[in-house]
């Protein structure tokens, strides 16, 4: 079961414009408001870093209901965060039936949308990854289903220098990921997502904040 490659960062922030903010003082590039995403309580913003790469800045939308949601979980974010990432991959429902195999579990690919701000609609699956206990530092699958893959329309700017896993189990995490077919850096310590970007303003590193979630998206 092969995913190709890293496809996104997620950085949650409870305000979005606070976000969009924090990241042009870190940076120099100012992300540009992507879209609402119907049912979830979210709505983002988009920076790009890189052909097929993206930081989403993800916050509550205040025009949805938000009990229960995922923008319900963020709205309490008094500073971002680095809370998930996404890795490329394709027939996502043919994927879900082959993860039992590997001892892992799925409710299967949910279907989402949004609309952009220029009247483009984006459709695309996402695929949670379950029945492990290491939360979001493993990936959920992203199909973009012939949809315009965001980097190409996002503020450029943004380069990804290095991302990195930490656990206290990383023995466990890089051997699950190896047989989803992801490759990334998994190191010793407690629970932790980082990544360093570089831009306009030199490099500099994003990390999780707090507790990790403890499911990962589309679960």
Do not use: C
């Not at 027939?91 to 879900?96: E, F, G, I, Q, V």
């Not at 990936?139 to 206290?168: C, K, M, N, Y």
């Not at 990921?177 to 407690?190: D, F, M, N, R, Y």
């Amino acid at each position: 079961m092969r995913a190709d490659r890293l496809d996104h960062l997620i950085w949650a922030a409870g305000d979005l414009g606070a976000g969009i903010d924090a990241l042009e003082a870190l940076s120099g590039v100012r992300a540009a408001v992507g879209g609402r995403h119907p049912g979830f309580g979210t709505r983002n913003a988009l920076a790009a870093l890189g052909p097929g790469l993206y930081l989403e800045i993800l916050a509550p939308d205040p025009a949805q209901d938000r009990a229960g949601t995922l923008g319900g979980l963020i709205e309490a974010y008094d500073r971002p965060g680095l809370i998930g990432w996404a890795a490329t991959g394709t027939d996502l429902p043919d994927r879900a039936t082959r993860l039992p195999a590997l001892g892992l579990a799925s409710p299967g690919a949910v279907a989402m949308e949004r609309t952009r701000p220029d009247g483009v609609r984006l459709t695309w699956s996402i695929l949670g990854i379950g029945g492990h206990p290491f939360g979001v530092l493993v990936p959920f699958l992203i199909d973009w289903q012939g949809s315009p893959h965001p980097s190409l329309v996002a503020p450029a700017g943004l380069s990804l220098v290095s991302f990195s896993l930490r656990s206290p189990k990383s023995d466990d995490v890089r051997r699950l990921l190896g047989a989803l077919g992801i490759e990334v850096v998994v190191t010793a310590g407690e629970p932790q997502l980082s990544a360093t970007l570089r831009g306009p303003k030199g490099s500099f590193t994003l990390e999780t904040v707090g507790t990790l979630p403890g499911r990962t998206f589309g679960l």
